[in-house]
């Protein structure tokens, strides 16, 4: 298997890259969506970035949000007719509590669009479960927890909900199927200490893979840093444990516990990244990325509330370059390495790209 989270996947579609700057007059369909279909979600924790005061994401979120059905439909018509090569649904809320889901997945399944999901996993079970699983790309679960006493402090959920949500991990694997099942565990001063017990858990209930991140408090990255450098031994020994006793070639480790001053401040003053992976909000809005959605003054690139979303993209250019990066993305951004080496392409002289 190639490596699945390299930053280079976009130097692929070299059509797309070079119709990103402003000065090219082609406007291509974005690569990636995220779809956020609903706000609503069956779990309730206490460190949701849509719901956390000190972050800019989900400012502007109403929980009552969801893109209606009808409007769904067409949207996904817009985006298998547009050739976008691959849709994520995700949160805002939880994307399986979205009534109208398996009739999306249907469709989906009928195209060449590939999908995917973010779930917490509470739900991952029935129709929409066995679809992914014999259907999708990858289903990743956000964990916290190690067991059902911690995960119930995080998410407020009844006792026994982590267990469930390993019993789906459990059944899910049973449908077969090529999609990878792999769980997202966000460390925190509380959880620190059960990074390999709990990664060994997800691999021992079937799962494929655990990616391994810091969660984030603040939109500045000194503070993230601070508030990680009194837990970063502990995180980095646990880690090493796990990649030395865990991983291997049926089950993959993605180490992405770092130092986060890199991701918050920037220098480049457009996001080619807006017209590769934007993301379509539960408002009928797009918004430029998945750190600034639901954030109107910052991240809204427009709205399609009132016109077909293939005829929204597809006109004027310039609303690709309404947002200032370096005036207003200075938070935490999954993008910005991506879009470093995207700007240090584009602006390569032409005149010496022979001396290579």
């Known amino acids: 298997m190639g490596n699945i989270y390299t930053p280079m996947k976009i130097f692929h579609f070299k059509d797309k890259v070079d119709s990103l700057p402003r000065d090219t007059e082609t406007i291509l369909p974005p690569l990636h969506i995220r779809i956020k279909p609903i706000n609503g979600c069956n779990h309730s924790c206490r460190y949701c970035a849509y719901r956390a005061d000190a972050l800019q994401l989900g400012k502007d979120m109403r929980i009552s949000d969801s893109i209606p059905r009808d409007k769904m439909m067409e949207i996904i018509d817009d985006v298998i007719e547009m050739g976008v090569k691959g849709v994520t649904f995700s949160g805002g809320g939880e994307p399986l509590f979205y009534p ?20 917490n996993g509470g739900l991952l079970k029935g129709e929409a479960a066995e679809l992914f699983a014999l259907h999708g790309s990858w289903v990743r679960v956000s964990m916290d927890g190690w067991d059902n006493e911690s995960y119930t402090r995080y998410r407020s959920v009844p006792h026994g909900e982590y267990d469930n949500i390993l019993k789906n991990i459990e059944e899910f694997k049973k449908f077969g199927g090529p999609c990878r099942l792999g769980v997202s565990y966000i460390v925190d001063k509380e959880n620190v200490g059960h ?107 427009g709205s399609f509330k009132d016109v077909r979303f293939k005829d929204f993209w597809m006109s004027d250019k310039n609303k690709f370059f309404k947002i200032d990066p370096s005036k207003v993305c200075g938070h935490h951004c999954v993008a910005n390495s991506k879009n470093k080496l995207l700007l240090d392409y584009l602006d390569a002289d032409p005149d010496h790209l022979a001396f290579v």
């Open 100 to 119: 109208h889901l398996v009739e999306v997945l249907r469709k989906l399944v009928d195209s060449p669009v590939k999908f995917a999901t973010l779930t």
């Open 195 to 301: 990074i390999f017990e709990a990664a060994k858990r997800v691999r021992d209930f079937g799962g494929d893979s655990v990616k391994i991140s810091p969660c984030i408090l603040e939109n500045e990255g000194a503070k993230n840093n601070a508030y990680h450098e009194a837990i970063w031994d502990t995180a980095r020994e646990q880690i090493e444990r796990v990649m030395s006793e865990l991983a291997g070639p049926d089950f993959e480790v993605f180490d992405a516990y770092h130092r986060l001053d890199e991701c918050f401040d920037k220098q480049y003053t457009w996001c080619p990244y807006i017209q590769v992976l934007p993301v379509i909000g539960a408002d009928c809005n797009v918004y430029s990325c998945q750190d600034k959605a639901y954030n109107l003054d910052e991240g809204l690139i």
